[in-house]
């Protein structure tokens, strides 16, 4: 990951969320921010994924994470901020 404006970021994010989205799985918002929604084909894609084998563990670590960071991208910032600082005392597109 690197350091980008609030906290860390891949590069490779890109290509899967358009990989996502050309596989109407999610939409992108129609606002200037980053939102992305999952679609009803991507929910029940998600939902197969989550009876698997492979993905159940990750899927028990979203229900996680869901249940603790379930927050704003705002609030979500002040966290990385507050509790990472190595993370973001750095210069922008460094490696973390």
């Not at 799985?25 to 989550?50: K, P, Q």
């Amino acid at each position: 990951m690197t350091r980008y404006k609030y906290g860390p970021w891949d590069h490779r994010y890109y290509t899967v969320l358009g990989s996502l989205a050309a596989r109407d799985l999610i939409t992108y918002g129609g606002t200037d921010r980053a939102e992305f929604r999952i679609t009803a084909n991507g929910a029940v894609a998600a939902a197969m994924l989550r009876e698997t084998d492979e993905w159940a563990v990750v899927a028990q670590r979203i229900a996680l994470l869901k249940e603790h960071f379930n927050k704003s991208g705002s609030t979500l910032k002040t966290l990385i901020y507050d509790r990472l600082p190595d993370a973001v005392d750095r210069p922008w597109r460094t490696e973390i």
